[in-house]
């Protein structure tokens, strides 16, 4: 996961009444160009500019190949839970014994992390849960959609090299099962544009990635909401996987303890996290209804220094956009309420 520096969070905090305006800064495009049906088909492996209404947000999209062009061995494996280390052994050391953080984690006081064990992988919210091998984690939103940070696809100025071999990793209960991407979206307001500072960007650090192939079976996913000043006073969390391990962790970062602060599209907080956690969504549980999560925002990174964790809010704009892109799964398994789910249709700029 990428370390920012001091100046940049002192630019979030500094501009976090500013931050609400940067939709202001749209790109202009000219309706009577290149204008596209977004059912006509694309050329693979380029990028096309994607503008969604009602927001007029606009969005990068990489089309890739199908997973049976693709060169590499592509059959549908299982990575059994052995193939793993011992989650339960490690479990057990755990508990009788400290466990020192390594460089890659950022811990805040004492480490308060906890490891989720082998046999909860298929269950919610646990098995929403997956491993891009860009380095980053992620929440699938639907059976054909993932949800993760923008910086683990996008550098800000184009696609990191070989997407079109993306792996994703998805708890199954038989292991891990591998999947590839087909599509993937960034907003156009996270690449680095001259006179946007990356404290800007920050608010835009998400991004959406469609499967080739549909997760079969999956039924309950957490609802997309946004964020309110009860905040404070909600159970906060995220679960991801460290980097280099296939091991799945839950980081609490609750109200008042982790002094969070936040307007509508940017929140720092402490949380114990390390890399690899990109791309994780926050969650906030709700024990009123069934102990259900709602997912509020996207981790993009940290300042191990100042003991911060940045996450990109999800704004009314953002997940009109997003219900949009995943019309009509977003409805059919609830995690778009009915005012968010109306579909727009689609509008395609070549880029």
Not at 26 to 31: E, F, I, S
Not at 164 to 191: C, N, S, T
Not at 209 to 231: A, E
Not at 244 to 254: R, V
Request: proline share 4%; with cysteine.
């Amino acid at each position: 996961m990428e370390e920012v520096t001091f100046f940049l969070y002192f630019c979030v905090l500094q501009t976090i009444n500013v931050c609400t305006h940067v939709g202001q800064n749209q790109p202009r495009v000219d309706n009577d160009s290149f204008l596209l049906n977004h059912t006509s088909p694309l050329e693979l492996g380029t990028e096309h500019l994607l503008q969604i209404l009602p927001s007029e947000q606009v969005y990068t999209v990489k089309i890739l190949p199908s997973v049976a062009s693709r060169k590499q061995e592509n059959k549908r494996v299982f990575l059994r839970k052995s193939d793993f280390t011992n989650t339960q052994t490690l479990q057990d050391n755990l508990k009788t014994s400290k466990r020192e953080p390594k460089e890659s984690e950022f811990v805040y006081g004492s480490d308060d992390r906890s490891l989720v064990e082998n046999y909860k992988l298929g269950q919610y919210p646990y098995f929403n849960v997956v491993k891009l091998s860009s380095g980053c984690s992620g929440t699938l939103l639907t059976p054909s959609f993932i949800l993760t940070a923008a910086h683990c696809v996008h550098d800000g100025t184009k696609f990191h090299e070989r997407m079109e071999l993306l792996k994703i990793l998805i708890p199954h209960k038989m292991g891990y099962r591998l999947y590839y991407a087909k599509e993937i979206i960034v907003p156009f307001d996270w690449q680095k544009t001259e006179g946007v500072s990356d404290a800007r960007r920050v608010v835009f650090d998400y991004a959406v990635i469609r499967l080739d192939i549909s997760v079969f079976g999956r039924h309950d996913f957490s609802p997309l909401r946004t964020v309110k000043f009860s905040i404070y006073s909600e159970k906060l969390c995220f679960f991801a996987f460290p980097n280099n391990e296939n091991l799945m962790w839950k980081s609490e970062c609750n109200g008042w303890n982790s002094f969070p602060l936040f307007n509508k599209n940017v929140l720092l907080n402490k949380c114990d996290s390390a890399r690899g956690n990109s791309g994780a969504t926050i969650l906030s549980q709700d024990s009123r209804h069934g102990n259900t999560y709602k997912i509020i925002g996207v981790l993009s990174s940290v300042l191990p220094e100042k003991h911060y964790t940045s996450f990109s809010l999800l704004t009314k704009d953002k997940i009109s956009d997003i219900c949009t892109m995943i019309h009509p799964e977003g409805k059919i398994h609830k995690i778009c309420s009915q005012n968010e789910s109306l579909f727009h249709t689609s509008r395609l700029y070549k880029g």
